[in-house]
């Protein structure tokens, strides 16, 4: 048991090290919340982590934090998006698989029974679908998914010697 007790104390100390001298602001908000509340670094986000994780296997916690989540930063991004007429597909396409997901819903009790950890993985389905970069998850559903399907359903409806976009 001490020897366990020596690792995790090992392990939190690595953490606070790195959290003091990281750069990104997520490091530097944890370092400022601890000094305020006269806590280590660590500790905090140890603490931030766990109660997130009690929250997550909530079911009640973990629907309101999915629709929050879900929808807070999209609609920011989106009329940012309508402000300075940028690119947006992204959005377009993630409004697309938060509207399926939606629809979803309508079938909750069954859905819960039959697969109970939905509202986890839309979080995390949500957060990816979000992500910015390359690693979009909404770009991703599209291209690998969705253009695929709408291609043979167009391939499948034009009239014979035309060919479909």
């Known amino acids: 048991m001490e020897g366990v007790l020596k690792t995790v104390k090992a392990n939190v100390d690595k953490l606070d090290n790195y959290l003091t001298t990281a750069t990104d602001p997520a490091s530097q908000h944890a370092v400022k919340l601890a000094a305020k509340v006269h806590q280590r670094p660590a500790h905090v986000v140890l603490g931030f982590v766990g109660l997130l994780l009690l929250l997550l296997f909530s079911q009640n916690a973990t629907v309101l934090l999915t629709a929050v989540v879900g929808v807070a930063y999209p609609i920011l991004r989106s009329i940012q998006a309508l402000e300075d007429k ?80």
Do not use: M
């Open 86 to 165: 940028t690119d947006s597909d992204w959005l377009l396409i993630y409004w697309i698989i938060f509207g399926a997901l939606s629809v979803l819903e309508v079938f909750r009790e069954a859905l819960l029974n039959w697969f109970p950890f939905f509202y986890l993985f839309k979080l995390a389905l949500l957060v990816w679908c979000q992500w910015p970069g390359e690693a979009n998850g909404s770009l991703f559903i599209h291209r690998q998914i969705l253009r695929p399907i709408i291609a043979r359903r167009q391939s499948a409806r034009a009239p014979a010697g035309e060919k479909s976009d």
